[in-house]
């Protein structure tokens, strides 16, 4: 099978000359006990794949990248008897093991065994499977490695879905749509009539708009620093949208004293202290981006406390997979959640590490790849 490998991460933008990404050919790898083998149909570019290339966020190398899509089964490991050949199905990127801490307090995305795994390169049940022709091993992106003809992934790490929904759809629904909806109605627990501001119109950000503006009486305010961005926001439902310097003043017109919610799905620490700062007394920031490691946030210590702000992290939206994706795709089918907007155009793989510039330059929301040739 054809996979996306990244081997170092030194190269520098831009990609399409740097070529960090190379088309290999590798063994496609038989499923274990736990584990299904499924079919790619769609892949979907996402930050976390930029940066993991850029090292921003630091992965075990060699690895094959890709963690958002969708695609068909297969076959199946033993043991596994609620998956079947042929069913349509979403690739999660945290493979929760139903018994952990975290697991078995009801946030299957923080699970801690699935962060291990994850972690190291492996799969939830075993160590990585993929390898080169000759023999080297290499790591598994985020339990999916998703940019290639198949992958072998844990059973935790689909979900079955009816197949009524294309597979443009779909491949947006594994990382997008649980962190941006996820944030929205699961870590901030919006409530009617609340005003939600959200700073970073990418994928996730626009799913957090999507998810907010279905929300009866919300007033939604959409940020970011490229028009393009803001009209898209617009499009997804919000009723004000603006670049970062005029958020104070769209705050201050549009809401009684401040924001209920800020979701910032930039991945900066500036943007969350700016974010705190658009707090109504009691509101909450939900942390959504990756920033950086290097990087630190300063605040007022005494808005906390003295003024009930809060500021909360929100890891895969606090999803639970099996749960959300259904409950996200039938918000989809009733009109509610537009997510084809997100959608800018489908490419083959020999087109990926151009596609790196134009996410990082803010060309595209969410180019998805075929790969069937």
Known sequence: MRAAVLRTADRTAPYADSRPLGLEELPVPEPRTGEVLVRIERASLCHSDLSVVNGSRVRPLPMALGHEATGVVDTVGDGVSDVRAGDRVVLVFVPACGSCRACSAGRPALCYRGAEANGSG????????????????????????AFAEYAVVARESVVVIDDDVPFDVAAMFGCAALTGIGAVLNTADVREGQSVVVFGLGAVGLMAVMAAAQIPGTTVIAIDPLASKQELGLSCGAQHAGAPEDAAELVRQATDGGADVVIEAVGSARVMEAGLELL????????????????????????????????????MGDAVPERDIPLYLDLWRRGRLPVELLHTDTRSLDDLNESLDALAEGRVVRRIFTLDG
């Open 122 to 145: 492996d799969l939830l049940h075993g160590p990585a499977l993929l390898h080169s022709v000759e023999g080297d091993r290499i790591n598994h992106h985020l339990g999916v490695s």
């Open 280 to 315: 109504a007394r009691g509101g909450a920031v939900v942390s959504v981006g990756l920033p950086h490691p290097d990087q630190e946030i300063t605040t007022a210590a005494l808005q906390f406390a003295g003024m009930g702000r809060r500021l909360l992290g929100s890891y």
